[in-house]
């Protein structure tokens, strides 16, 4: 069970169903956005006992000495540990964590732990997704009994939900740059530690945050982003690629996705990487929308905004990001070394999904905790058809502040019946992410990827 939320408002519990179609919010409510709000839509102000500041604009420039390429300098490196959330004591800060958190204690006593920092609430975008996301306030709109989205780019879409398919849109749709190119691994240690990585390149063309992006080409267009990934190593399974188009209105059209195999040297359309099928070489340990925490059409499930909360979750991850650090100093039995993490007290959206009676998922409920200052999912309690904890997602993220976008470094997806999981992102020992590659729409066709898998 989820226990009582310390709700902001009670306003918020509400739920969606497909008879729900939200208005916009009033021209008096979007002029919270910069005022009492951030421009995002966060509360600007801190906590009541001071633990969670005022957000006075995230990270406005790079720290000193940084160079674009390098692995992200720690802005915060002087900060030390507050005090460390353990087996023995987690149940003084219980109010502060989810029941998947406390879960993740309890499956290893003795080496599961959570460091607390300072409070930082770095989180930044660009003035222009800012102005944007103003606009779309009083503009965007569900569609198709909330499976699209039509009057929103670029910025959030809507900064002050009112309901919780709005609020998981959000997440999707939050800006990450506009071109990006990533070199990246996943590896899923055994019981006993032992793990081979699975290298990925993968590219990342953001339709609906391009700065020539507008409503009217987004609704006629229909795509949010191209996604392309292509595994470099090991040699068995170099070569092998996802192609994925992501709609905005995926009632009129849902996902197309292709795949290219090396043995048969053929792209296949791809129907199949949605929803609960496995994700790429996670050896079972994600769902398809897992990745990003989730992705996808939320047609599945029912979505219940059950307001906000006070939560230790994984910030300003920057050690953990370091190309000083190894994947053999990351990865360990049962979960990733917590020496390199680094948690803080934020506020988050708290977003419940409920399966759907007439559709089948191997996660029949689904808690999701949202940043309320970058609306990235920071942890993900996931429950089997019988109403148990099955699995929990915890996104470390950092601010790229070369763009600025607050993003994660490393997502990791427990399983808590196999005391396995899955780090997906590791790219300490790996060339850093391009935030202004140069991507263009014709290498985002199966013709493109099966070129590229011939040569």
Do not use: C
Request: hydrophobic share 35%.
């Amino acid at each position: 069970m989820i226990r009582k939320f310390a709700l902001i408002a009670s306003a918020m519990a509400l739920t969606f169903n497909s008879g729900l179609i939200q208005a916009k919010v009033s021209e008096t409510e979007a002029a919270k956005l910069g005022a009492e709000l951030t421009p995002v839509g966060a509360v600007k102000a801190g906590n009541a006992d001071g633990s969670i500041p005022a957000w006075t604009g995230g990270i406005t420039e790079p720290p000193a000495g940084y160079s674009k390429g390098d692995h992200h300098p720690d802005p915060f490196a002087d900060d030390k540990v507050l005090f460390t959330i353990t087996a023995k004591n987690y149940q003084e800060y219980a109010e502060f964590l989810s029941d998947g958190q406390k879960e993740l204690f309890k499956a290893y006593p003795d080496t599961y732990k959570m460091p607390v920092y300072q409070s930082r609430r770095s989180a930044s975008l660009p003035k222009f997704v800012y102005d944007e996301t103003a606009k779309n306030a009083v503009m965007a709109e569900l569609i198709q009994g909330g499976n699209g989205v039509k009057n929103a780019a670029i910025g959030i879409p809507f900064p002050i939900p009112q309901n919780g398919v709005e609020t998981i849109w959000n997440h999707i749709l939050r800006y990450r740059g506009e071109s990006v190119k990533r070199f990246a691994g996943q590896a899923a240690p055994t019981a006993s530690g032992d793990y081979n990585v699975i290298g990925f390149e993968e590219e990342l063309m953001q339709k609906y945050s391009a700065t020539d992006a507008t409503r009217e080409k987004l609704l006629e267009e229909n795509v949010i982003s191209k996604f392309k990934q292509s595994v470099t190593s090991p040699a068995r399974l170099a070569g092998t690629a996802l192609l994925v188009h992501e709609t905005m209105d995926q009632i009129r059209e849902p996902r197309q996705a292709w795949t290219y195999n090396t043995g048969q040297r053929r792209v296949r359309r791809a129907p199949n990487v949605a929803y609960d099928a496995p994700g790429t070489g996670s050896d079972g340990l994600r769902t398809s929308d897992d990745f990003d925490m989730f992705n996808g059409a939320p047609d599945r499930y029912n979505w219940e905004l059950k307001g906000k909360q006070e939560l230790y979750v994984a910030y300003n991850n920057y050690h953990l990001h370091s190309d000083k650090v190894s994947y053999e100093d990351i990865l360990q039995p049962g979960h990733i070394n917590p020496d390199l993490t680094r948690f803080e007290k934020h506020r988050v959206w708290v977003v419940e999904a409920t399966l759907k009676p007439e559709f089948r998922h191997i996660y029949q409920k689904r808690v999701f905790f949202i940043d309320e200052d970058s609306w990235q999912i920071q942890v993900a309690d996931m429950y089997d058809n019988r109403n148990e904890l099955y699995r929990v997602g915890i996104s470390h993220g950092i601010n790229y502040y070369e763009v600025p976008t607050q993003w994660s470094t490393l997502d990791v997806y427990h399983d808590l019946n196999s005391r396995r999981y899955l780090a997906l992102g590791l790219d300490n020992e790996e060339k850093m992410y391009e935030f202004d590659a140069d991507l263009r729409d014709r290498e985002f066709t199966p013709e493109a990827m099966r070129r590229a898998g011939r040569r």
